[in-house]
């Protein structure tokens, strides 16, 4: 048998049992998030709050709770998280929102929130609807955009 078939042979096998692994892998951290989201559908409860700010920044700079960072994986205290300040009753709280929700959040604005602990999971408008914020645009976005409306293609 020639070498190169026993290598190509060799590569085969282990992208297949890469492939089962993290098949097997998936299934288990998706019935992890399945328990973890049960747990923060029982504890939550609705809040009424005004929103002072809203930004994504480093779980270490948000101003959260010592037990937080320690509780925090240690990949995760080194991302940017969205962060939401608020004043809830006479006490401004800092939460943490969920990154489906961030951008419908309004500023300076008072809501009713669903909140878990410190985790923001829904938001509704106290005084009518909530509209989201226009996203600003990065400067590649923009020329990326420019270019393609002078060459007259469509948006997508």
């Given amino acids: 048998m020639n070498t190169g078939w026993i290598v190509l042979i060799i590569v085969i096998v282990l992208l297949i ?7 097997f892998f998936g299934k288990r951290m998706q019935k992890k998030q399945a328990e973890q989201q049960a747990q923060i559908d029982a504890a939550a409860q609705t809040v009424q709050m005004l929103i002072i700010d809203k930004k ?15 509780n925090a994986p240690k990949l995760m205290r080194f991302s940017k998280v ?9 006490q401004v709280m800092s939460f943490i929102a969920d990154a489906a929700i961030f951008d419908t959040i309004p500023t300076k604005k ?3 929130a669903t909140v878990s602990g ?9 005084r009518g609807s909530i509209k989201a914020e226009p996203v600003k645009k990065s400067k590649f976005a ?4 420019n270019l393609q409306k002078k060459a007259g293609a469509k948006p997508i």
């Fill in 142 to 145: 923009q020329f990326k955009e």
């Fill in 118 to 126: 410190i985790y923001i999971t829904a938001v509704k408008g106290v």
């Fill in 56 to 70: 994504k920044m480093k779980l270490k700079d948000a101003g959260l709770p010592a037990i937080v960072m320690q």
């Fill in 82 to 90: 969205p962060v939401v300040k608020a004043k809830v009753g006479p």
């Fill in 110 to 112: 008072e809501v009713k």
């Fill in 17 to 23: 049992a890469a492939t089962v692994g993290l098949y």
